[in-house]
């Protein structure tokens, strides 16, 4: 199995074809001529999070000149009909952009050997089939930088850690954050919740209220939709005194003054790869993201220099090797 770990950027560009619709009951074909690539998003693409981030992959393969489709808002007991829609349609790649829909990507991909398929998994699947790639996302990398500046950002010595479902990738974020903080010397402790939603805003604020109302000065949020919540419970609180790390994209601008960091990802570089892999006949294989490949983490104007500063030399030694950040997705006791 190949597994890809460091992608130059004329490894990141592959040829293929062009045309993108959005799909809801059926697959729009496209251009009979091109190459045919398939989204399948949990959400809709304009939640400027995850899967608008998926939107932007696909457009990256549509300008190489590939047919693009996507399915947006899909359900995972709606996955396994999704994916065979598009295979009967006639595409040639299916990709489906969220680890929960792992499972029926890999179950329909044993049923179509003559079709690629890509899905997203946290780690390397066991009986990985021949005809799927996956992209491992590798959370837990990208947030130990977190770890080692939320310990430098907090005066009270308290972090909270905010997540949406108390899934694996979730416990391996927080074990992430544990030995950032534990490598930081600095004398802090991490208080995991999960409100049980990644976009209801609701329950976002009411958590957040209460990690703040407990002394957690800086908040870790790992959430879609909902950290807008997040950001509307820290507006009634000390500017430069409390602070709040997002995902997936830059929302900084729903609170400048509490904004501390971004850990950012871009899908369009593994989308883009793993096309290259498969037109060179490569179909199966593991993508891992991490820093220059896909995430990356960024941090706001108004964070002190001493936890920036920390903060990048974690994600340099990282980048390095001279720090190995543990995969632990042991359930958070």
């Excluded at 809709?44 to 992959?57: E, F, I, Q, S």
């Excluded at 208080?191 to 609701?202: E, I, L, S």
Aim: glycine share 10%.
């Amino acid at each position: 199995m190949r597994v890809i770990r460091r992608i130059t950027a004329a490894a990141a560009v592959a040829s293929l074809g062009l045309a993108l619709s959005a799909c809801g009951g059926s697959a729009d074909g496209g251009d009979d001529g091109a190459d045919k690539v398939a989204g399948i998003f949990s959400g809709p693409v304009t939640d400027a999070d995850l899967n608008a981030l998926g939107l932007d992959a696909l457009k990256a393969a549509e300008k190489d000149g590939a047919s693009v489709s996507y399915a947006e808002s899909v359900a995972v007991p709606d996955i396994e009909g999704k994916l065979r829609q598009y295979v009967s349609s006639g595409y040639t790649v299916v990709w489906t952009h969220g680890s929960q829909f792992y499972d029926a990507t890999a179950k329909v991909a044993k049923e179509n050997p003559d079709v690629n398929f890509i899905a997203e998994f946290d780690g390397v699947p066991e009986d990985q089939p021949e005809n799927l790639w996956v992209i491992d996302r590798n959370f837990h990398t990208v947030f130990y930088p977190l770890g080692v500046l939320a310990a430098n950002l907090s005066s009270t010595g308290k972090v909270g850690y905010l997540g949406g479902l108390s899934l694996p990738f979730s416990y391996a974020e927080v074990h992430a954050l544990e030995q950032g903080i534990e490598d930081s010397g600095k004398d802090a402790d991490l208080k995991p919740v999960w409100t049980g939603d990644f976009n209801d805003t609701v329950k976002a604020t009411q958590f957040t209220s209460q990690l703040l109302s407990g002394g957690n000065d800086v908040i870790v949020s790992s959430l879609n939709l909902g950290v807008v919540g997040a950001f509307e419970a820290m507006k009634g609180t000390e500017a430069g005194e409390n602070w709040i790390t997002v995902k997936y994209t830059d929302k900084s601008a729903n609170d400048p003054e509490h904004y501390a960091a971004t850990v950012l990802y871009d899908f369009a570089k593994p989308l883009m790869a793993i096309l290259d892999e498969i037109e060179s006949g490569t179909t199966t294989g593991v993508y891992v993201m991490g820093f220059g490949k896909g995430a990356d983490v960024s941090i706001g104007d108004n964070v002190p220099t001493e936890a920036k500063e920390a903060a990048e030399q974690a994600v340099a030694d990282v980048e390095s090797g001279a720090t190995e950040v543990e995969l632990d997705q042991s359930e958070v006791k």
